[in-house]
Structures are given as C-alpha cells and as structure tokens.
C-alpha cells in the first residue's frame, strides 16, 4: 500500500483559553498522531480578530499555517502584517486589493501542499466574491498546478453552502473543511471522489460559554439589552480538530476523524 501521511485542521481558536490549549496539547497530539502538516483557524484568538503577536503564538505551538474569516479586519494590527507573513492566509474571496493572500504553496515531509481560505456569503458577508468563483480561479493557477495535496479552510455559516462546496470541489481537492460556527459537526468522511470533508471542525477555547464567550454577554444579546463587547469565557478549555490521512502521490484521502481533546 502506498505510503500515507496525516494531515491536522483545528478549528477555530478562541481567546486566551484557546490559545493557552493550543500551547500545551498541540505539540503532543501532533507527535501522537505523527502529523505531518497542521493547519489552525485562528480569527478569534484575538476574540475578534488575530494580532501579530498572537500569530507568531500559534506558528511557534505547531501550525504552519494559520487562516482567518470574517474577522479577518477586526483586529487591524494584523492588516500590514499579512503582507509580510506568507504563512497567514485571509478568505481569497476578498477584495483582490486587500492586504494578504488567500491561498499558497508550503512546504511539507510529503512535498509541497496548497492551501486556501474562503468565506462564506450565506449569513455573512455579501461584499465578498462568490467562494465558488474564487476557488476555480485558486484551482486553475500555477499555484495549485504543482501541488496534489490542495486543502480547503471554508469559514462559512450556513451548513447547506458548506455542502454545497464539497459537491462543487468533488475531485478537485484533498481536504475540505468548515470553520466559523464554533460547532463541531459529527460529519467527518471521506466522499466518494476521494476527498476528506467534516462540516465544521469546532472550536479551540473555553468549554463553559457560548461559542467560548462568557455565557452573560450572549444572553444579554438575545434578550435584547445593549450589546457589550465580547469577552472570553473563564474555566477549562477544548480542541477540536479533525486528522485526515492522505496519499501524497495520488492527492486522495484515505481517512477523516473528528477528535475534541478536553
């Protein structure tokens, strides 16, 4: 059988209880599970938004790549930084003025690997290009020409458009994943053309709040008082994750497992 290698997607990371999880259990679970290649969310860690600092935090911990999503400009410290640092990657269904870049090639113990981002537009926001566009274009550049490995990071609200994009990237890709509802959904597989796919992998951050926001200022929202900026959850924290096993040589996967690591 030919030679496989495993791939790790965690979902997105939420504050300091994400942030500090990530510290302290990625580096084990990529030895246990002998990850080759890690991709993190990390448009929340700044709860809204990512800062420079906090970027070099999660590539330092064991992600070579960290996406964004809809909070890709909430914190705008980053906005210079995305030019500078090719490993952080922005939805590539922005404005194509935009700072950043939505997919690249990286390097990998299996050769080199495209990696993209995009965003959703059900539920979120409608300025963007459509995803679907974006990722022909992504699909038919040099870029991905070189790589068989090609992992979509699809930060998207609504679960019918994440499906929508695994049936309209059936054996294009190597992975596809949904991030953004914090969620983790009880999806994962691999699809008949060949492709690894979970709905969304979940959340990195504190177990006991609302999508790891302290419980309060989520009610307070629904019952309709002032809303107040969000604030991250206290107590223990999660991971969630999905590992998918790969062949390098023919760009297929073999095997997707939802984990939560507590």
Not at 55 to 70: E, I, R, S, W
Not at 116 to 131: A, C, F, N, Q, Y
């Amino acid at each position: 059988m030919p030679k496989t290698y495993n791939i790790l997607a965690v979902g997105d990371v939420c504050g300091k209880p994400g942030l500090d999880i990530i510290r302290s259990k990625l580096p084990g679970l990529k030895r246990h599970y002998d990850i080759s290649f890690c991709v993190v969310n990390g448009e929340n860690a700044d709860m809204r938004g990512l800062t420079p600092d906090q970027a070099d935090m999660l590539l330092t911990f064991g992600a070579d790549v960290v996406t964004l999503g809809n909070h890709a400009w909430s914190n705008r410290s980053i906005l210079p930084y995305l030019d500078d640092n090719r490993f952080i990657l922005r939805p590539g269904n922005f404005a194509p003025q935009a700072p950043g870049r939505g997919w690249d090639v990286f390097p990998s113990p299996m050769g080199n690997i495209f990696v993209m981002s995009l965003i959703g537009r059900l539920g979120m926001d409608s300025m963007t290009d459509s995803p679907f566009f974006a990722l022909d274009r992504a699909l038919s550049s040099d870029a991905a020409g070189r790589c068989r490995i090609r992992l979509v990071d699809f930060h998207a609200e609504a679960t019918s458009e994440k499906l929508a994009m695994r049936h309209y990237a059936a054996g294009r890709v190597t992975c596809l994943w949904g991030t953004h509802t914090h969620v983790q959904t009880s999806d994962a597989e691999v699809t008949r053309d060949g492709a690894g796919y979970i709905t969304d992998l979940g959340m990195t951050g504190a177990v006991d709040g609302i999508l790891g926001v302290k419980p309060e200022t989520s009610v307070d929202h629904f019952l309709g008082n002032p809303r107040l900026r969000y604030e991250t959850a206290a107590g223990a924290a999660k991971l969630e994750c999905c590992i998918f096993e790969v062949f390098p040589d023919s760009g297929k996967a073999l095997r997707a497992e939802a984990l939560r690591i507590t």
